[in-house]
Nanobody, 119 residues
Framework: QVEVVESGGGLVHPGGSLRLSCSIPGVVFSTYIMAWYRQTPGKQRELVAS???????NYAPSVKGRFIFSRDNFKNVAYMDMNNLRRGDSAVYYC?????????????WGQGTQVTVSS
């Protein structure tokens, strides 16, 4: 059973920063493509950023230049540093992990963590 463990999130003022963490204990983390999605009520879940096993990143235009996605394959954890947060960044953030070794072996989701940007 693969468990995706999220941490971070919370309430922050506009312009502030937060760090989200996503870990998968007990797996070969370097085979996983990691991603963060976010969702607000009434809207579809949208991709925020992704990071490939060797560190290549991709960002949604709305967060590019403000969010930084990184990973530590030895610690089985990925981090997303969110800077200069805006009210529009408020959402439930979900970590996604895809075990891809030439073919997709598994697609797993965390339970979500709330990020609220408000004064």
């Amino acid at each position: 059973q693969v468990e995706v463990v999220e941490s971070g999130g919370g309430l922050v003022h506009p312009g502030g920063s937060l760090r989200l963490s996503c870990s998968i204990p007990g797996v070969v983390f370097s085979t996983y493509i990691m991603a963060w999605y976010r969702q607000t009520p009434g809207k579809q879940r949208e991709l925020v950023a992704s990071i490939e096993p060797h560190g290549i990143t991709n960002y949604a235009p709305s967060v590019k230049g403000r969010f930084i996605f990184s990973r530590d394959n030895f610690k089985n954890v990925a981090y997303m540093d969110m800077n200069n947060l805006r009210r529009g960044d408020s959402a439930v953030y979900y970590c996604n992990a895809r075990d891809f070794r030439g073919t997709l072996y598994g697609d797993y989701w965390g339970q979500g963590t709330q990020v609220t940007v408000s004064s």
